[in-house]
């Protein structure tokens, strides 16, 4: 199924066969195709480029695609990494984290930092990280999958 091209993103890179790899959905999923264009919001004169989600719900292109802009996509793959890499030794702290210090890291960003903290504002903390922390688990071999070709990959390019 091809990715829409008459819409406001314009796909310049993707992958049409996102569906077949979609996790846990694949073969079973309405992400069928993931993009990298031109971004919808873009004014005249400014261009920027985004990633996006394309949905299909059997019927039809979904108005419920997801766009975001590269930066924040690679922002949400430092916090899974960050996130990952605290659960591997999680298990050392009663709660899977320290109620006295929820500050997991601070990465260095565009001269500030990205705080990554577990969510004490929630009040089921307590036991939707035990909920996360099982899922992670039970995930581990197909995001460390994901990770390692990531890895591999920043290597090629020599980061």
């Given at each position: 199924?091809?990715?829409?091209t008459n819409l406001k993103h314009k796909p310049?890179?993707?992958s049409e066969n996102y569906g077949n790899v979609d996790g846990h959905y694949?073969?079973?999923t309405d992400a069928q195709g993931l993009s990298l264009g031109l971004a919808q919001w873009n004014d005249r004169g400014k261009v920027d480029i985004s990633a996006k989600v394309w949905r299909h719900t059997g019927g039809k292109w979904s108005r419920q695609s997801e766009e975001l802009p590269l930066h924040r996509v690679l922002d949400l793959a430092i916090l899974v990494c960050r996130t990952s890499q605290h659960f591997r030794?999680?298990?050392r702290f009663e709660k899977l984290?320290?109620?006295e210090?929820?500050?997991l890291d601070r990465v260095g960003l565009q001269g500030d930092a990205m705080t990554v903290a577990v969510c004490t504002d929630n009040e089921r903390i307590d036991e939707d990280i035990q909920l996360f922390s099982q899922a992670l688990t039970e995930d581990g071999e197909l995001i460390g999958e994901r990770l390692s070709t990531l890895a591999r990959i920043l290597r090629e390019m020599g980061y």
């Open positions: 199924m091809n990715i829409p310049v890179i993707v694949a073969y079973n030794d999680a298990y984290y320290d109620p210090n929820p500050t």
